[in-house]
């Protein structure tokens, strides 16, 4: 059984940041690559940013604002998340695609989500 789980978020004022932390555990075999995905109101979820082997890829709407880190091997990712917007209010998810021991082939893991909140 493979979990993911997040931490980090809260509620912010315009201009302010936040730090997202996100932990794979479980019987893992080998992690691919690792993410942050947020999903507000009434929108699709959408891509935030990612992480492969030290490569990363942001959305453009964070892009200069936001950065990625983590480490594969440990199966940690974190989000730095500065000069926040009211738009960047969502609930951010941690993904993992990963596979895990036993198994044959990939899989993309969830995290539970945590609220980000921004205020003008």
């Known amino acids: 059984q493979v979990q993911l789980v997040e931490s980090g978020g809260g509620l912010v004022q315009a201009g302010g940041s936040l730090r997202l932390s996100c932990a794979a555990s479980?019987?893992?075999?080998?992690?691919?690559?690792m993410g942050w995905y947020r999903q507000a109101p009434g929108k699709q979820r959408e891509l935030v940013a990612a992480?492969?082997?030290?490569?990363?890829n942001y959305a453009t709407s964070v892009k200069g604002r936001f950065t990625i880190s983590g480490d594969n091997a440990k199966n940690t990712v974190y989000l730095q998340m500065n000069s926040l917007k009211p738009e960047d209010t969502a609930v951010y998810y941690c993904?993992?695609?990963?596979?895990?021991?036993?198994?044959?082939?990939?899989?993309?893991?969830w995290g539970q989500g945590t609220q980000v909140t921004v205020s003008s």
């Open positions: 993904n993992a695609d990963l596979r895990a021991w036993g198994s044959s082939i990939r899989n993309y893991y």
């Open positions: 479980g019987r893992i075999f080998s992690t691919y690559a």
């Open positions: 992480i492969t082997n030290g490569k990363t």
